[in-house]
């Protein structure tokens, strides 16, 4: 039988289907939930290597909601499904306020970054950078990517721009790839907020507003320096 989740109200609802909207537009391919303590966390990949020569950051996002839950569970399923599930769902809502019970789709199991689990404490505070930096960043990048890929470009070609482009440090922000920029603008993150908080732990990066996180790992040869 397939997992369950109970949001709060259709508020939480209209939430999941906004994020899912969102995740799907970048990258149209599973997302990773997890359930545990009444907390269900709803990781999305914006970017991330393929292959074991691949030297691109791993770039999540992440939403978390308050949940009804009896059983904990992390499973990962496709997006395009849940999605659907939650339309569906979403149409059928007659009280804003009645909590609201998601059956999940059924899972997949070839997803390598869903491999990939953030640490949960430890975190170290570094200085805020400014949301407007943030947007700045990622339309730039967003523009670049679109120059140099033409339309009908192969897959491996896109990758390997989209990594260049992607995986570019900020200027004045260290261990922040240009991704994480891009990720905040285009979930929703960044919104009308003025500073997007900065926290580190070993070889992964957070950025932090009020309206979700993004978590990244950062390639090999970032740590060296």
């Known amino acids: 039988m397939s997992p369950t989740f109970t949001l709060q109200d259709a508020l939480s609802l209209r939430d999941l289907q906004v994020f ?7 990258e149209d391919g599973s997302v990773r939930l997890i359930a545990a303590n009444g907390v269900l966390a709803v990781y999305v990949a ?4 393929i292959g074991l020569l691949d030297q691109a950051p791993t770039v999540l996002g992440l939403r978390t909601f308050e949940v009804f839950n009896t059983d904990d569970f992390d499973a990962v399923v496709p997006v395009r499904s849940l999605l659907e599930r939650v339309n569906r769902l979403e149409e059928l809502v007659t009280d804003d ?6 059956t999940l789709p059924l899972q997949v199991n070839t997803v390598t970054w869903a491999a990939i689990s953030p640490p949960r404490g430890g975190w170290v505070t570094l200085p805020p950078a400014r949301a407007e930096l943030m947007a700045t960043v990622a339309k730039a990048g967003i523009e670049e990517v679109a120059e140099a890929v033409p339309t009908g470009t192969g897959e491996q070609i896109v990758h390997r721009v989209r990594s260049e482009v992607w995986g ?19 979930l ?5 907020v003025p500073s997007v908080a900065i926290f580190e732990t070993g070889p992964w990066t957070r950025l932090t507003t009020p309206l979700g996180h993004v978590l990244i790992k950062r390639r090999a040869w970032t740590l060296a320096r």
């Open 46 to 49: 914006v970017f991330y290597p």
């Open 97 to 102: 306020t009645e909590p609201v019970t998601v």
């Open 168 to 186: 570019r440090e900020i200027e004045g922000l260290e261990h922040v790839p240009a991704g994480g920029a891009f990720a905040a603008l285009s």
């Open 188 to 192: 929703g993150f960044l919104g009308s």
């Open 20 to 26: 899912l909207g969102r995740a799907m537009r970048v």
